[in-house]
């Protein structure tokens, strides 16, 4: 798997991923501008609610597969390093709350009030992944 990553992303491995990891975090900063909309918290005159919801909806589905599509190349071309264990730790709980999230949003599960705090804590495991890895590379 792993020559077949570098094959194709030309041995940048490292730059797509930290492109590609700050591109979700670009459009996660914007879902939260969405969201705020969304439930009415924020109101301005060229967005209504319903809307911001279903765009923050479709670009959720977007980052979902940004960062599966992340995890992968992390896990197959680096593994899990013992000097990256925040990094590793951060990543590994961002896909499972990511993936309870979704589940929430599109079976129902009767937990639709944890919905903000699945929300919020999504955004900051991916702050703290996107941090850890990326941030790191781009300073």
């Known amino acids: 798997m792993e020559d077949l ?5 030309r041995d940048n491995v490292t730059e ?3 492109v590609l990891a700050s591109v979700a975090m670009a459009l996660a900063i914007y879902q939260l501008v969405l969201i705020a909309v969304g439930y009415g918290k924020v109101r301005p005159p060229f967005l209504a609610a319903r809307p911001a919801s279903t765009a923050h909806r479709s670009i959720g589905d977007v980052i979902a597969l940004l960062l599966v599509l992340v995890g992968v ?8 390093d013992d000097d990256e264990t925040v990094h590793a730790i951060a990543g590994t709980a961002l896909l499972a709350v990511l993936t309870l999230k979704v589940a929430v949003v599109r079976r129902g599960l009767g937990l639709g009030r944890t919905l903000p705090l699945l929300g919020g804590s999504v955004f900051t495991l991916l702050a703290v992944t996107w941090a850890t890895s990326a941030g790191g590379f781009l300073s």
């Open 5 to 9: 990553l570098e094959g194709v992303m």
């Open 73 to 80: 190349t992390c896990v197959s071309v680096y593994g899990f």
């Open 16 to 18: 797509v991923k930290v």
